[in-house]
């Protein structure tokens, strides 16, 4: 599959804990972005790599969240001290030189 | 004001028919336009990009009304697999690529 990837699919987690989250890009795409999504909005744009570089970070990414992408390959999202109100859906975008996306599965995050 | 606006829907309609969604923009400085679409619980997917000047692709029409701010999408004679919510997404200049999504339409296509 030459798709994006992303695991896991589901991560059902209790309050407080952490959770790491992984995405594998289409290999030739060189920027990757993470999103969430919860129900009855469209998804909503947390960070970007190009690269290995993070180059952009929405507000709404609090101290809690942290994202990786060390070799320029794959990237992690990490959530500490997950809440209720992280439950939503995370996905990951990957993109070359055009400006088309696409989208990996994404991983649906239960915080209980 | 969202940046992206849709009629959330959700739009019934029978086989067959041709059936139009609309999407408004409120950043003059967009730059790029695109319909997603997206089945229940599942990720979006890209349809098509959409041009000034209107392309087409297969049953799937999209135009760009630049001086409106306005973007469509037509669905023509509308399969039962057409169900889904339809995702209208612009890119504004000078921030690396990343979408602004509208909320969704949500298309129920009966027999």
């Known amino acids: 599959d030459t798709g994006v990837s992303q695991d896991p699919r589901h991560k059902i987690t209790k309050r407080g804990q952490n959770v790491t989250f992984r995405c594998d890009p289409i290999?030739?795409?060189?920027?990757l972005y993470w999103y969430r999504q919860t129900l009855g909005q469209g998804p909503e744009f947390l960070t970007y790599f190009q690269n290995e570089a993070q180059l952009e970070k929405s507000r709404l990414l609090s101290d809690r969240f942290s994202a990786e992408r060390p070799k320029g390959s794959f990237s992690t999202l990490e959530i500490q001290r997950t809440e209720q109100g992280d439950s939503a859906m995370y996905l990951c975008a990957s993109g070359g030189w055009s400006n088309e996306q696409y989208f990996g599965p994404g991983t649906r995050l239960t915080v209980t | 004001r969202k940046e992206v606006e849709q009629d959330p829907g959700p739009f019934n309609v029978p086989e067959g028919a041709t059936v139009a969604f609309n999407c408004t923009y409120s950043?003059?400085?967009?730059?790029?336009f695109f319909w997603y679409r997206q089945d229940c619980r599942k990720e979006p997917k890209l349809l098509m990009s959409?041009?000034?000047s209107g392309n087409e692709d297969g049953r799937f029409t999209a135009q760009l009304n630049r001086a409106s701010q306005y973007i469509s999408l037509l669905i023509r004679d509308s399969k039962l697999s057409d169900s889904a919510t339809y995702l209208c997404?612009?890119?504004?200049?000078?921030?690396?690529?990343?979408?602004?999504f509208g909320t969704g339409t949500r298309l129920q296509v009966t027999l």
């Open positions: 997404v612009v890119i504004r200049t000078g921030t690396a690529s990343k979408l602004t």
């Open positions: 290999s030739e795409h060189n920027r």
């Open positions: 950043n003059s400085a967009s730059q790029s």
């Open positions: 959409v041009y000034s």
